[in-house]
């Protein structure tokens, strides 16, 4: 009897052992800084008992009991002291010095869910996490029926790697309502980002009111409806109604700063000048630097820059007057009304891309330059960058720009914004600014996921495993100047909210766990894992996502006899590649990829589709010929009179 008994509690210690060790369930993004799984799991019950301890916990607990009530779960919130508690949210009295603002400490066991922290922040993203750990249905928008709400028996301790964890959302190129940036503030805490920066500013348009400058809103707000191609729209012609766009007043800003306030996000304002102001020069021309500029118009996404490997030229000149002091009261009004609308302490200004071949013609501009010993047109934009941030500090602001804004010199009390690559968030560092690394090869959202035949096309591509690639903190940087990163979505290509969410995830996942978990912890199998598993609560979430990862990849080349030879790759393992050259549709039944292909002379298109085992994950992917021969420097082949090559769309020239 005492060896059976033996035997059964070594049994039970080896499976507990291995329960422990085994974390395949916990599919957390962000994943955490420490987890454990242990045997067991904690029914919840329909009727649910939440229990408070600590100050400020309200906003918490009205999130948690939100999301219970949208599914069917009804949830009485008490005082420590009172009921006996299926989950405990506790604000501890004596602070974890190792979790700091935003951590949290995460128990499930036989007795229920206990989440403590250091301030109610943490236990919010506690609670993010609470709920990925539930069956999917938790994500419903809708009441769900019979479901057994499991939970995990686990303990984790987790805490932000990064202060800064953001997303910017650009509502200037096409305009989004205050609902739908309010669902997508609800959409981005599922994955701990503190940070919206929305960027209100550009040449197609002015989304803020600004009362003591109304034409800001009534002109600058409005442009043309167009549908295609961003960037090469045909010109407005005078009759088309300006009908397009709108803005925020100062009233929804107020409100979608206390609605992201509930969910700890802070709301970074961004005004973008000196350039990309076309819509403020439309609504007072006065700002221009050229004569002409009263003719000017709201840009409805006409070319109105040329781009070239030597830089760039407006057509138009889209920035504001340097030399004059319009300029400066104009923007002493704007960020007059602006501070006191965010209380977060850092105004963007922007000062990307900044055209200065109009400027290079101006008169009043080569007096500034004589005046102040301005050398060349850097100068010129530091010496307005350093006007501008005395402006934005005397309104107790901290300014932010951009990574051109170091070229002219601006002052060490200026934070950058690293877009233009990792380099120039190092470069800018290491001149003493706090930098927020968000560089285009890793975190820029708008670029196509997966091949540009299956994408709205851009000028270049970002998948996902590049994303999670993204590292904010070089070495050799100091670690105290790098306050953390941002993904970045550029709208131009974006014209509604379903696309906002397709072209965010899963990439902004990646972003998240970049800046929020440790960095020895990433692996790339391992994390993909886990976003599959995301992608059914994002389903029952109603939030569109890209099944881009699963599309192949096309490397074409030449072959030894001129011929084309073609390359598939797919960025996940485990997935076979079946294709046909006959115009037909393949499935599993059709041939496999299991090496280079060579394109039959006469083939005019290549159809690929991946299976995961006998079920299709991919989507049906048709590459025409001539867009693989259009990749490839080969000796041009006469092209037969019959046939017609495939037209290449135009591609938007880079941005910020």
Not at 121 to 131: E, I, K, N, P
Not at 473 to 491: E, F, I, Y
Request: one cysteine or more; a neutral charge; charged letters at 25%.
């Amino acid at each position: 009897m005492k060896k059976l008994t033996l035997f059964i509690a070594t049994a039970f210690i080896a499976l507990n052992s291995v329960a422990q060790s085994d974390n395949s369930e916990l599919a957390i993004i962000p994943r955490p800084v420490k987890m454990g799984r242990t045997v067991g799991s904690y029914l919840l019950k329909k009727t649910v008992t939440i229990s408070l301890t600590g100050n400020g916990i309200k906003a918490v607990s009205d999130h948690l009991t939100d999301r219970f009530s949208k599914v069917g779960i009804y949830a009485i919130v008490s005082k420590a002291t009172a009921l006996p508690a299926s989950i405990k949210l506790v604000v501890d009295a004596q602070p974890d010095r190792t979790l700091g603002d935003e951590g949290y400490t995460l128990s499930v066991t036989s007795s229920g869910v206990s989440i403590h922290a250091n301030k109610p922040q943490g236990l919010f993203y506690g609670v993010q996490t609470l709920f990925q750990l539930m069956p999917k249905q938790i994500e419903s928008v809708d009441k769900v029926g019979d479901i057994r709400w499991t939970i995990p028996h686990v303990q984790i301790t987790d805490y932000p790697r990064f202060a800064w964890r953001g997303l910017m959302f650009d509502v200037t190129r096409h305009f989004f309502t205050k609902n739908e940036v309010k669902r997508f503030i609800d959409d981005m805490v599922r994955y701990k980002y503190n940070l919206l920066h929305l960027h209100l500013t550009d040449d197609e348009g002015w989304r803020i009111e600004i009362k003591s400058l109304p034409r800001l809103t009534e002109v600058g707000a409005w442009n043309v409806k167009k549908v295609g191609d961003f960037g090469t729209f045909s010109p407005p012609l005078p009759d088309e109604p300006r009908n397009y766009g709108g803005f925020y007043t100062q009233d929804d800003i107020r409100e979608i700063v206390a609605y992201a306030k509930d969910r700890f996000v802070d709301i970074m304002p961004e005004v973008d000048v000196p350039g990309h102001s076309l819509a403020a020069i439309a609504a007072y021309p006065e700002l221009s630097a050229t004569p002409g500029a009263d003719q000017y118009r709201v840009r409805s996404g006409e070319k109105i820059m040329n781009w070239g490997s030597d830089g760039m030229t407006a057509l138009i000149d889209n920035t504001l007057n340097p030399a004059s002091e319009k300029t400066y009261e104009f923007l002493e009004k704007v960020v007059s009304e602006i501070a006191p609308l965010f209380p977060f302490k850092y105004i963007h200004m922007g000062g990307d891309e900044c055209a200065k071949n109009f400027w290079e013609k101006s008169d009043a501009i080569k007096e500034l330059m004589v005046r102040e010993n301005l050398k060349d047109m850097e100068q010129v934009q530091g010496y307005f960058e350093k006007r501008l941030a005395k402006i934005v500090e005397s309104k107790g602001k901290k300014f932010l720009g951009w990574d051109e804004i170091v070229e002219g010199g601006v002052g060490t009390n200026a934070a950058v914004m690293s877009w233009r690559s990792v380099k120039k968030g190092i470069e800018a560092a290491k001149l003493g600014h706090e930098v927020v690394m968000s560089p285009t090869e890793f975190a820029y959202l708008d670029y196509m996921q997966s091949d540009r035949v299956m994408e709205p096309r851009v000028y270049a591509s970002l998948r996902l495993n590049k994303t999670y690639m993204f590292e904010p903190l070089p070495d050799g940087v100091d670690a105290k100047l790098v306050k953390g990163g941002q993904a970045n979505l550029w709208t131009e290509q974006i014209y509604n909210m379903r696309q906002v969410q397709y072209m965010i995830w899963p990439r902004a996942m990646a972003v998240s766990e970049s800046v929020w978990s440790p960095k020895a912890k990433k692996n790339w199998p391992e994390f993909f894992g886990r976003v599959e598993k995301h992608f059914p609560r994002l389903d029952e979430a109603e939030i569109k996502y890209a099944p881009s990862v699963y599309d192949p990849a096309f490397t074409p080349s030449i072959a030894p006899n001129n011929e084309l030879r073609i390359e598939l790759s797919t960025e996940i393992t485990g997935l076979d590649i079946y294709y046909t050259f006959d115009n037909s549709f393949p499935d599993r039944f059709y041939p496999k990829y299991t090496g280079p292909l060579i394109a039959p002379k006469d083939a005019r298109q290549l159809r690929v589709i991946t299976y995961r085992g006998k079920e299709p994950i991919g989507r049906l992917v048709s590459m025409p010929i001539e867009e693989l021969n259009t990749r490839i420097k080969r000796t041009p082949t006469p092209v037969p009179l019959n046939v017609t090559p495939v037209n290449q769309p135009p591609v938007t020239p880079p941005k910020k």
